[in-house]
């Protein structure tokens, strides 16, 4: 009766962990990217892209017409291509030419922005506010010396205003997706000025990227040296044009996607007046530095930077190094584990560059997380084994002093001291391996240089969930199941390599009850994993062989239970 009773015990725990993933996982651990490949009649074909949805009740223009419709600089890079509007100097058109949408080799490139009025309008403009001088605005159209933008030829739009004051935007790109912009006005009359030069991003629409509580996605920047990822699109939906401000000394602040990002930068010593606005499905961000006097026959110049593109872990901490940027690195949110994440981001992308395939490079991590861990595994295995080896003797005093529970603890931890045992010498192994574990989630589901990265057969994106399942035959039947539905093959692997090592580890001290979950739960885990990226179930699956082996090798030279 009583084992008929811890079964149930253990199959209604079991449930609750499986529909109690399946609810929060969505939340706490999302599926940053979804399948970028689907396996149909055992073909592994690129998903197809819904067609685009307007973001609100406006009519959306279409691009083509709308960039035909302007006189335009070319921008063209190593791997940004677009072009800046003149009719308000605003940079508007832009796509990373080294992205594509999907994996198909047809796909189109990454499009970052788009002018206003289209589809997704996202952009950035620069500016100045003042009283008694007529500004240049949204209608003003700027004269280019020089018709491309690129790296090494700089571009300067100019505009005056037929009252003594002359304006200009000098704008530089580099090889990569930043772009300096120096703004500066002359005052040709003998009255002064009191100027602020201003520097905005735009958008309409939220980001498509999920955004939880450890993957952040939406208003994102830097001010007086805090990350700001606590603002979300619904905070700047509900402050509307009032926003919300912040002063700051350097700093940063745009929008971030999963993978991009779109930020104005001031100088970073420029004292500045910042802002997050947002309502009716409309977002900015912008930044004005102090007043700037401008004296008659006197020219004021202000230095900004917008970075505009792929959210490179090295760029950016290469920028932060070269310009002096305060934290443009926290664009990444890397989370708690910070300090353990980017070493391991970096041996990841180390080893990539070594092999040419990211698979690899996480097998060749797993072997080298595993034999620094291995001290530690087997001090672990090792009290396993002598826990195993005194088990008679822990069994004839829980029938001595089975009536006596302070009793049997006392003569417990005697034996403990008397055979050299420390019983919780087995859990610092499972300790240090959940930091590690959220850590290489965070780094194979965040990290660009993830994306898209092909392993080997079926598998042509690590950072998706692994696209073949036998719940629909691998592809042969015309549906695709989602979710924990989705129980892949990595994830049928996995469990199958969590049961061998639960065979393996001995289970002491547990109930009935405990040991049934135990035993259900690699099968259970096979469920909980599978919507997670193929490359982490990839480390997984190798972790645990090692392990296995490690058993398997301990055991041999353990000494045996005594009878």
Excluded at 66 to 78: G, H, Y
Excluded at 139 to 144: L, S
Excluded at 332 to 337: E, K, L, P, T, V
Aim: hydrophobic share 45%.
């Amino acid at each position: 009766m009583n084992e008929q009773r811890n079964m149930i015990t253990a199959l209604v725990l079991s449930a609750i962990v499986l529909l109690g993933w399946a609810l929060l996982s969505d939340k706490f651990f999302p599926t940053a990217n979804k399948p970028a490949t689907q396996i149909v009649n055992g073909k592994t074909v690129a998903l197809p892209q819904p067609t685009p949805v307007p973001n609100g009740p406006a009519q959306v223009q279409n691009r083509d017409k709308v960039l035909a419709s302007t006189p335009r600089v070319k921008i063209m890079t190593p791997k940004l291509a677009g072009s800046i509007d003149l009719h308000g100097a605003e940079i508007d058109d832009l796509v990373l030419t080294t992205q594509r949408e999907t994996i198909d080799k047809n796909s189109p490139p990454v499009r970052l922005f788009s002018p206003q009025g289209t589809q997704d309008a996202y952009f950035a403009s620069f500016g100045w506010s003042g009283q008694n001088v007529k500004l240049p605005d949204a209608n003003t159209v700027w004269t280019a010396a020089g018709d491309v933008l690129a790296p090494g030829k700089p571009v300067t739009l100019t505009w005056n205003n037929e009252q003594g004051q002359a304006f200009a935007i000098k704008l530089t790109v580099d090889e990569n997706y930043l772009f300096t912009v120096q703004q500066s006005v002359t005052n040709g009359t003998g009255t002064p000025l009191a100027l602020r030069p201003y520097s905005i991003v735009s958008r309409s629409g939220q980001s498509k990227d999920p955004s939880s509580w450890q993957v952040h996605v939406g208003p994102i920047g830097v001010m007086g040296g805090i990350a700001q990822y606590k603002t979300n699109w619904k905070d700047l939906d509900a402050a509307g044009a009032a926003g919300q401000k912040f002063q700051s000394t350097g700093g940063w602040l745009g929008f971030s996607d999963k993978y991009w990002l779109a930020a104005v930068i001031p100088d970073p010593k420029a004292q500045v007046d910042a802002a997050f606005v947002g309502g009716n499905g409309l977002y900015q961000a912008e930044f004005t530095p102090n007043v700037r006097p401008v004296g008659p026959a006197q020219t004021a110049t202000q230095t900004s930077y917008l970075f505009a593109g792929g959210k490179d872990a090295s760029l950016l901490d290469t920028y932060d190094d070269k310009y002096g940027f305060d934290k443009l690195d926290h664009a990444i949110d890397w989370g708690w584990f910070r300090v353990i994440e980017k070493p391991i981001f970096y041996l990841l992308d180390w080893l990539f560059k070594q092999v040419g395939n990211f698979g690899v490079a996480i097998l060749l991590l797993t072997v080298i997380v595993r034999l620094i861990m291995f001290p530690i595994a087997h001090k672990q295995f090792k009290s396993g084994q002598q826990m195993k080896v005194v088990q008679p003797k822990m069994k004839a005093l829980q029938e001595r002093h089975k009536e006596d529970k302070t009793r049997l603890q006392e003569e417990m931890m005697k034996l403990y001291r008397e055979e050299k045992i420390n019983p919780v010498a087995g859990c610092l192994p499972v300790l240090l391996q959940i930091p590690i574990f959220f850590s290489l989630y965070k780094v194979l589901t965040l990290t660009l240089e993830m994306r898209h990265q092909p392993f080997i057969l079926w598998i042509k994106d690590l950072s998706a969930p692994d696209p073949l399942t036998p719940v629909n035959l691998f592809g042969y039947l015309p549906f695709q199941p989602t979710g924990f539905l989705h129980l892949s093959v990595l994830a049928i692997l996995l469990g199958v390599t969590m049961w061998l090592q639960f065979k393996l580890n001995p289970q002491m001290n547990m109930d009935p009850a405990q040991k049934q979950i135990f035993s259900l739960m690699p099968w259970f885990m096979m469920f909980i994993m599978s919507p997670f990226a193929a490359g982490l179930q990839v480390y997984y699956i190798l972790s645990n062989l090692i392990t296995v082996g490690q058993m398997q090798w301990l055991n041999s030279r353990m000494p045996a239970p005594k009878t």
